[in-house]
């Protein structure tokens, strides 16, 4: 698959762009277990061009987890085109507008999927920060607002009119927010349409092997993006990689990898972010990845109370003694 001038490989699988998740720490690791191509967190335009330091902080990418696109929300089309300058010279391969984020502090103020409620404003937008950077432009969005505006075929359209290069499409409306099951028939309309030819990558309950399989070869999509599956499961990039190449599923990691995967997350994390505010940061991953492990109540209390990096590999190290012979987690 092809972007611009950026050549990855056939069927990728792109980490989605998720806030307070898809900083490096996390990047690094999806890219370890075989993530294609990583996105930063949300990047406020507005902040970015106010030089807010935590803000400016999103734009740091390492060498070692190229290739990364930086994601852009926001609703005055001026304050994005100055950000996507901004961002260019963070040096990413892609710039990606957020056109899909349905959080209500965002959408309701017209910025992410509330542009698909004028969608004049959202080409006019993407046209300028074309027309603004020499790197590639994607767009991330949704269907449409709500059950009555599925309108994503047109608008994919007319995102192509307007100079992107690729287009990754969440299959559910902004209404829906996550709830319910995404729909895959509208992001294989919008493949299908014989006008479009950019990429076109599907996001949506990609939470197995076996569906990836599936939505690949049902709806003909170019690559599949990955967000909520990999919170906690990284390695769900190698697992699916591993069956779209060989059509074989690869065992579930046993506890003592869970272990040294969360470790490794935890030590990229801290160093990253300092002590106390990367042990906050990785509390919900600490969450997800022992979700299920029988008797675990306790320790899962204590290490999520952890105010150390010390007492949370202490933990973990209990974690690992004590789980050792389970290979998987009890659900």
């Given amino acids: 698959m092809k972007i611009g001038n950026l050549e990855l490989r056939k069927e990728p699988l792109l980490l989605a762009p998720m806030e307070d998740v898809t900083d490096p720490s996390f990047r690094l690791l999806c890219k370890k277990y075989g993530a294609d191509l990583m996105y930063t967190e949300f990047v406020s335009a507005d902040a970015l061009v106010r030089s807010i330091e935590k803000t400016q902080r999103k734009l740091k990418i390492f060498v070692q987890e190229r290739p990364v696109g930086i994601q852009l929300y926001g609703k005055d089309i001026e304050a994005m085109v100055e950000a996507a300058k901004i961002a260019e010279q963070a040096g990413p391969e892609l710039i990606d507008i957020n056109f899909g984020c349905p959080v209500k502090k965002i959408a309701t103020k017209g910025a992410g999927s509330g542009m698909l409620r004028d969608i004049p404003k959202m080409i006019e937008m993407t ?62 309309d919008v493949k299908n349409n014989p006008r479009m030819h950019i990429p076109i990558i599907g996001n949506g309950d990609l939470s197995s092997p ?53 470790r490794e997350h935890l030590n990229n994390s801290t160093e990253w972010l300092g002590e106390r505010r990367g042990i906050l940061h990785m509390r919900r ?24 990096a010390q007492e949370v590999h202490e933990c973990l190290d209990t974690i690992k003694e004590r789980y050792a012979d389970c290979t998987s987690l009890i659900e």
Avoid: C
């Avoid at 790197?135 to 994503?152: A, H, M, N």
């Avoid at 690949?216 to 190449?245: C, N, T």
């Avoid at 997800?288 to 899962?300: N, V």
């Fill in 127 to 188: 046209a300028k920060i074309v027309r603004a950077v020499k790197l590639p432009v994607t767009v991330k969005t949704r269907l449409g607002w709500d059950e009555d505006s599925k309108i994503i075929v047109e608008v994919a359209e007319r995102l192509q009119d307007a100079g992107i290069k690729a287009l990754t499409i969440h299959g559910r409306t902004r209404a829906q927010m996550y709830n319910g099951e995404a729909d895959w028939s509208l992001i294989g």
């Fill in 210 to 262: 076996q569906k990836a399989r599936l939505y690949l070869d049902r709806y003909g999509v170019d690559g599949l993006m990955i967000g909520r599956s990999s919170i906690g499961r990284p390695w769900i990039f190698r697992e699916i990689r591993h069956f779209l190449d060989h059509g074989q599923l690869l065992d579930t990691p046993a506890i003592p990898e869970h272990v040294e995967m969360i």
């Fill in 285 to 308: 991953h600490l969450a997800i990845t022992f979700k299920g492990l029988r008797d675990f109540r306790d320790l899962k209390i204590k290490m999520l109370r952890a105010n150390t």
